[in-house]
């Protein structure tokens, strides 16, 4: 079993930063992608970004290019995204995943893992 916990959620101002952590426990391996989502209130899981296995390959959204940056740090079993410049439309709960492939992919049914979440409000 594998379990991954989001933390550094918050409440920020338009135009703040705030890193989000994902810990991963259990049997964990360092040989898969990870990937961060998003939920806003009345709309569907969006992707984010993603990383792959060894960190070396990195896909984001659009939405979020030139401001998040995902990485990992495997022997803390641990994946980052960096979030600078935040908008209103930011606002969401933020998800970790942990793909089926080595590769990063935008495709939520390409991963088996989930956290529980982390809450970001940007203010504006």
């Known amino acids: 079993q594998v379990q991954l916990v989001e933390s550094g959620g918050g409440l920020v101002q338009a135009g703040g930063s705030l890193r989000l952590s994902c810990a991963a426990s259990?049997?964990?391996?360092?040989?898969?992608?990870m990937g961060w989502f998003r939920r806003a209130p009345g709309k569907e899981r969006e992707f984010v970004a993603a990383i792959s296995w060894s960190g070396g390959s990195t896909y984001y959204a659009g939405s979020v290019k030139g401001r998040f940056t995902i990485s990992r740090d495997n022997a803390k079993n641990t994946v980052y995204l960096q979030m600078n410049s935040l908008k209103p439309g930011d606002t969401a709960v933020y998800y970790c995943?942990?793909?089926?492939?080595?590769?990063?992919?935008?495709?939520?049914?390409?991963?088996?893992?989930w956290g529980q979440g982390t809450q970001v409000t940007v203010s504006s």
């Open positions: 259990g049997r964990t391996s360092s040989s898969y992608a």
């Open positions: 995943g942990r793909s089926r492939r080595t590769v990063p992919s935008w495709g939520g049914s390409e991963y088996d893992y």
